[in-house]
């Protein structure tokens, strides 16, 4: 794909600096548990949402085989490590049939550098009749279809919502939104708890998100892309590969920093459903905003499909892997200068690893573009309502 820039004041177009390969050390070693909440939906259905968790802990890690077949080191069970307590809470949203286990190796090297992370199934319903519940992996396994007929269902699922905008916005409120805030409810709550296992470890006013693909447009809609169920609690948010449709009109309300990720190979020319590109998650968005295109990337270079190749674990696709670097080294300089407050992250978030083909970064605007930003809004509210 051939893309073209321009250098305007406020935009820093970032040519080739090369960076070294290895990711930043282990602060921690990473500790893993799982938690069943009961969930309550609207129309008064119960779930279980099953939710990992991947923690800093100082216990050494064992071999560890996920539910997906990714092998890991890590501590199971393990105790919390208290010495750099509170830490920022980041959730992880997956994409449609997927799982809190999608982009582990992201999961994990979060954890190793003193973040609480998240990651639940979801709920996932199958079309026509959306009834049936299905995935292709769970955390502790079941409700599993082979790939192929996952791929087959996930065509169903876009051609549908994409017919059907009021739809798709109802199914990802029913089954993203909502429980995302649940889960931020009742991970704050064992965050209160004396007995809890979080008791007094996280950080409630750093707290972010993270998705991939369907996962990653339910993060729009959280931050602001569906008004009635703005979270904001949440103030950063990292997408992977997200469709911007059904909330591209909205992206313009957003006011968090945004780190906006894709693949060039991604599914035609980076569009989504409806034609909504997923660019415009970040054409759209209010500073600061991050788009890092990858170089060979793919939909599935964001979940721990591009650790596929390797022999051995996610911390060795972590050593090896450039993709994987890349989005590891970039994503938590991200969450660290907007969680952490942590000002010296800027020196990676200035750079451009050779993985990328294309990254940009817009920091705060001049007075005068504050200003007509603002008018634009104010218009575009306007014109809604006319």
Known sequence: MKTKTFIPSILFVFFLIIVGNVLAEATFNVGYRIYDFDYVDKDGAAQTLTTAFWYPTDRQPSLYTY???????????????????????????????GSGLNTAYFTEFLASQGYIVAGPDYIETVPPAFEEQAA??????????????????????????????????????KYRLSPSSF????VLE????????????IDENAIGTCGHSLGGTAELGLVGGYPAKKEDRIKAALLFSAPTYPFEDNIPNIVIPMMVMLG???????????????????????????????????????????????????????????????????????FNRYLKNDVSAEKQLTKLDPVWT?????????????????????????????
Do not use: W
């Open 190 to 201: 064992l965050n209160k708890k004396s007995a809890s296992f979080f008791y007094q470890t």
């Open 264 to 334: 060039d190979n991604d599914e035609s020319n980076l569009k989504g459903p409806n034609n909504a590109a997923r660019t415009l998650a970040y054409d759209r968005a209010n500073f600061p905003k991050y788009l890092l295109i990858m170089k060979n990337g793919s939909h599935l270079s964001f979940v721990n499909n591009a650790c596929s190749k390797e022999r051995d674990t996610l911390f060795a696709c972590r050593q090896s892997n450039p993709q994987v670097q890349g989005i590891c080294r970039y994503g938590l300089a991200f």
């Open 183 to 186: 889960l931020i409810d009742k």
């Open 358 to 386: 294309l990254y940009k970064k817009d920091s705060a605007p001049t007075k005068r573009q504050g200003i007509m930003r603002t008018v634009i809004r104010k218009l575009r509210r306007v014109a809604r309502f006319q």
């Open 67 to 97: 539910a997906d077949g990714s092998t890991s080191q890590i501590a199971v069970d393990a105790p919390l490590a208290s010495k750099a307590k509170p830490y920022p809470f980041v959730l992880f949203l997956h994409g449609y049939l």
């Open 136 to 173: 292709m992996v769970r955390i502790k396994g079941g409700y599993i279809v082979r790939p192929i007929i996952g791929i087959r269902l996930g065509l169903q699922f876009v051609n549908i919502m994409d017919a059907d905008r009021k739809g798709c916005m109802q199914y990802i409120s």
